[in-house]
């Protein structure tokens, strides 16, 4: 791809979009609400994580404020995710605001990435607050197996928050770990099991960060092998359609639902990037593999003017690099230190 150059902040328009160096508009903002969860998923957290102090965090006031900037500048789509997003208490205070802005037309979709756990609580919420559609992690239907990987008997709360938000008519996608020797043999019934339950499915290939970075080159399973085994009993319809999100679908005939690919590490989907993350504790993280980001919260918490918080988010997504260099292989394993719950998975 070709770099360009990028509009000085001092000239940014009222309603602009953020554009990176490589031309890519960077319209989609993934924030990290917290970095805790209920859940202890082995290839995302370690059983003994230390959490960030809580003057770390942002705080509600402050990620509202972030997102109103972030809508200014062109962010049309919001997914709050972590850690847990039901974890941090208070989180509808926040998500009743941005549905509000929502609602006046300042974005495009809200949307929010959760365990599942807490949503026979809060799925009603969502759907007053404008919420549309949802991503739910579920890696497998056995409840053994359930409590083994996360360390919570949790699966029947968790089928529970599905049904709930299908009820509160919230569109699902299931975000399932394609993870070798654990989950393999089950896809076929989670394929099943989400057309019973009217829901989308996406397939994830495992990526060496956070626990994932522990013997991932044993774990990884690259999705074109897990889709030629599907292939093999369902048939797989390939559909143009796309969520804004990295995705590729196809539409499985029997069930009539969606199928996403979402392979990070086989294929890769640089090149259609338009998502920058912001970290539970305000940094700004153009791509999750490379670099420190930028801290926002220090410019907040110094009473940077709007041109200076502008400026920063400007640059940071001027940094952004070209692509990712996630790889599996042994020698690159240990490179990225970061965590998907930190950084907003
Ligand atoms: N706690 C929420 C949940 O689990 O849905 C939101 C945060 S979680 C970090 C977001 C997504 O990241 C989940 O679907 C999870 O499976 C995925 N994830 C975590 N670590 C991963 C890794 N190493 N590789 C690929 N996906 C990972
Ligand atoms: Fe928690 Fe989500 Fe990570 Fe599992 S994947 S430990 S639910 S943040």
Known sequence: MMKRECPASSSLPARMRLTDSFGRVIDYLRLSVTDRCNLRCSYCMRRDVTFLPKADVLSLEELDALCQTF????????RLTGGEP????????LVEGLGRRLADGGFDELTLTTNGLLLPKFAAGLARAGVRRINVSLDTLDRDRFRALTGFDGLERVVAGIDAARASGIAVR??????????????????????EHDCDMALIELMPI????????????????????????WRLEPLSWRSGGPAEYVRVAAT???????AAISHGFCRECNRIRLSCSG????????????????????NGSEAAVDAAIVAAVLSKPEEHRFSVAPATVAAPVRCMWQMGG
């Open 71 to 78: 809508i200014r500048l062109g962010v049309r789509k919001l």
């Open 86 to 93: 039901f974890a941090r208490s208070g989180i509808m205070n």
């Open 174 to 195: 299931v975000n399932t770990v394609a993870l070798g020797g654990i989950n393999e043999d089950e896809y076929d019934t989670l394929l099943a099991w989400c057309g």
């Open 283 to 302: 940094v700004l993280v153009p791509c999750l593999a490379h670099g420190d980001g930028i801290d926002l919260r220090r410019l907040l918490r110094e």
């Open 256 to 262: 009539g639902r969606r199928l996403g690919f979402i």
């Open 210 to 233: 956070g626990a994932g970075t522990a013997r991932p080159q044993q774990r990884f399973l690259p999705l074109d092998r897990v889709r030629r085994r599907l292939e093999a009993h």
